[in-house]
C-alpha cells in the first residue's frame, strides 16, 4: 500500500471527524479517498465553492451553508471539501467546523476531509483536527505510473531505465512525472541518460521556485579533480549507493561528507563533483539568501528551504563554507544559533535519500558538535598538494586549456610551485595561455614559468594559519590525500 492510503485509512480507521489533509495534489487525494471508500460501500461527497455541495443546489456554495446541509442531513461516508482554506479566516466557517466536529463525534459514519494545497489550520480548532501532510506519490505509486505510460504506444521506457528513473522521480507530483515522461519518453531513441536529464531539469524547476536553493549542474567531472585521491576513492566507492538495487538491497545510504581545509585546494570542485558522480541532482543552499529576509526570518526560510529539499530527494544538499552558513563567526561564536541548532538536529532526522556536501575553510571556527561521528559520515582534510598532486593539477589545467603536454617539463613545474594550491595552479596556466595568444605563440613551458616566478602563493604569507589549520585538523579529519599529513612541504 502507498503511504498515501495508509496516512488516509489510518485517519479513518482512527475515527478523526474532521481530517486535514495538506497537499497540492487534489486530484490524486480525491481518487485516493474514493479507492478507500468504495470497497466499504461508502459514499464520497464533495464540496467546493463553484460546485457546492453534490446533488444540492448553488445555495451550498457557500461554506456554512454546505457545512449545516450535511449536518442537517446526516450525510454518511466521505465527505471531501475542496480548497476551503481561503475561508478559514472566516469565524463563521470556523465555527461551522466545529460543529461538523461535535456531530461527527456522535455520527462516526462520517469523516469530512479539508483537502487544502496551504497549510493554514486555524489556532481555535487545531486540537479538533486531524492533520495530514502527504507526502508525493512513493516508489509503489511511481512504478504504477510508469507502468501506465509505458501501455501509451507513444512512450518509450527503456526497460533497463525503469529502476533509477523511478527513484529519480520521487519528490515529484503526479502531474509533474506526468508532463515529465511525456516531454523525455517521447522521442524514439530517448535512452537512460536523456531521461535522467529531463527528471533533473524538472527537479530543479521545482527547486527554482524555493527561490534560495540554486541547481548545480552535473557538469563537472572526478576526472578534473586532481590529488585527493583518498576523498575521490571514497566518493567513488559509494557512486552506486543510491541506486534502487542498492537501497532494495538495504545498503546504508551515506549521510554526508565534510570537506574541510587548506582555500584554494579543490574542495568546492569535489563537492561539485558528487552530482555527475552518483547521477543525482545537487541543489546549493545560498544561505546569504536565508539570511536576507527576503523569505520571511532567517528561520522559517531556512525551514522552507529544508523541506523543498525533502521534497526533491534523492537529492545532494551543498552547503559551501558551511561555517558561515551556519552563522559563525571567527570564533565559532554563534551569530544565529536557532538555525544552528534546527540544522544539527535536522542532519539527525533527515529523510535518509538526503546527503550533504558541506566544505569549510575556517575550520576552527566550526563547533564540535558538527564533527561529533555519526553526523558525517566521514571528514576530510584537504592540504596543499603534494609534488605529485601538483603535477596532477598542473596536467588537468593544461588538458583544459588545450596545451600539448609533451612541450611541458613537469619535473621543473613541481618543483616551482611548491606551496601552491591548485586554484592558484589554474591561475597560472589560464595567464600563461593568455600572454601566448597575445603574441601568438602555442603556449609552452617558458610562458608557464615566467608567469610562476610573478606570482607568490598564499601559502608564503600565510604560513602560520596554514600550520595552524594542519595541527587542528590533525586529530581531527582523514586526510584527503593519500599522500599523508605532511605531503604538502614536499
Ligand atoms: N585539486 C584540484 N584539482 C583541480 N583543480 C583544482 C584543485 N584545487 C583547486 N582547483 C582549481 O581551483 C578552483 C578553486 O578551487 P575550489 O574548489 O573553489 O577551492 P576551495 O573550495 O578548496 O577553496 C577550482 O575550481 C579548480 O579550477
Ligand atoms: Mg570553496
Given amino acids: ?80 471539501l475542496k480548497d476551503l482554506a481561503p475561508f478559514l479566516d472566516d469565524f463563521k466557517v470556523v465555527r461551522a467546523i466545529r460543529e461538523a466536529y461535535n456531530d461527527g463525534r456522535k455520527n462516526k459514519n462520517r469523516t469530512v476531509f479539508l483537502v487544502c494545497a496551504d497549510n493554514i489550520v486555524p489556532e481555535a480548532i487545531k486540537k479538533e483536527i486531524h492533520f495530514l501532510e502527504i507526502p508525493t506519490p512513493d516508489e509503489n505509486e511511481i512504478v504504477k505510473i510508469i507502468d501506465e505510460a509505458k501501455q501509451n504506444p507513444e512512450l518509450n521506457i527503456p526497460d533497463d531505465a525503469v529502476r533509477e528513473v523511478t527513484l529519480a522521480l520521487k519528490g515529484l507530483t503526479e502531474n509533474e512525472i506526468d508532463y515529465v515522461l511525456h516531454r523525455a519518453c517521447k522521442n524514439e531513441g530517448a535512452d537512460k541518460d536523456q531521461i535522467l536529464d529531463e527528471i533533473f531539469a524538472e527537479k530543479k524547476n521545482v527547486v527554482k521556485k524555493s527561490g534560495f536553493l540554486e541547481f548545480s549542474p552535473p557538469r563537472w ?42 582555500s584554494g585546494c579543490g574542495k568546492s570542485l569535489a563537492a561539485k563533483t558528487i552530482s555527475s558522480l552518483w547521477n543525482i541532482p545537487m541543489f546549493r543552499l545560498d544561505m546569504n539568501l536565508v539570511f536576507s529576509g527576503m523569505y520571511g526570518t532567517p528561520e522559517e526560510a531556512f525551514h522552507r528551504a529544508l523541506k523543498t529539499i525533502e521534497s526533491v530527494a534523492p537529492a545532494v ?51 564540535a558538535e558538527v564533527l561529533r561521528k555519526g553526523r558525517f559520515d566521514e571528514v576530510f582534510f584537504c592540504d596543499l598538494p603534494s609534488k605529485e598532486e601538483r603535477e596532477d593539477i598542473i596536467k588537468i589545467h593544461l588538458r583544459r586549456n588545450n596545451a600539448n603536454l609533451e612541450d ?7 618543483i616551482m610551485t611548491e606551496g601552491w594550491n591548485g586554484a592558484e595552479i589554474e591561475q597560472a596556466i589560464i595567464a600563461a595561455r593568455t600572454e601566448a595568444f597575445y603574441e601568438n605563440r602555442p603556449f609552452a613551458q617558458r610562458d608557464l614559468e615566467a608567469v610562476i616566478g610573478r606570482i607568490v602563493p598564499l601559502s608564503d604569507t600565510m604560513e602560520n594559519q596554514i600550520k595552524a589549520i594542519r595541527s587542528w585538523a590533525f586529530t581531527r579529519a582523514t586526510p584527503a590525500s593519500k599522500y599523508g599529513k605532511s605531503a604538502a612541504k614536499r
Fill in 408 to 414: 611541458f617539463d613537469f619535473k621543473m613545474l613541481q
Fill in 221 to 262: 567531472k572526478i576526472e578534473n579533480l586532481g590529488g585527493l585521491d583518498n576523498l575521490k576513492q571514497w566518493l567513488i566507492k559509494r557512486q552506486d549507493m543510491f541506486t534502487r538495487e542498492a537501497l532494495e538491497a538495504g545498503v546504508p545510504v551515506p549521510k554526508g561528507l565534510l570537506m574541510m581545509g587548506v
Fill in 317 to 367: 544538499l551543498w552547503i559551501d563554507e558551511i561555517e558561515d552558513a551556519l552563522g559563525l563567526d571567527e570564533s565559532g561564536q554563534r551569530i544565529a544559533s536557532h538555525i544552528f541548532s534546527t540544522f544539527l538536529t535536522w542532519m539527525q532526522e533527515k529523510p535518509p535519500l538526503i546527503f550533504i556536501a558541506a566544505t569549510a575553510n575556517k575550520i576552527q571556527a566550526l563547533p
Fill in 1 to 80: 500500500m502507498s503511504e498515501m492510503l495508509s496516512m488516509l485509512q489510518g485517519a479513518i480507521i482512527g475515527q478523526s471527524p474532521i481530517v486535514y489533509v495538506y497537499s497540492p495534489e487534489e486530484e490524486r487525494i480525491v481518487r485516493a479517498i474514493k479507492s478507500i471508500a468504495e470497497p466499504l460501500n461508502l459514499p464520497v461527497t464533495t464540496w467546493s465553492c463553484v460546485t457546492g455541495l453534490d446533488g444540492y443546489g448553488n445555495e451550498t456554495q457557500d461554506p456554512v451553508v454546505a457545512i449545516k446541509t450535511f449536518i442537517k442531513d446526516n450525510i454518511q461516508g466521505m465527505i471531501v
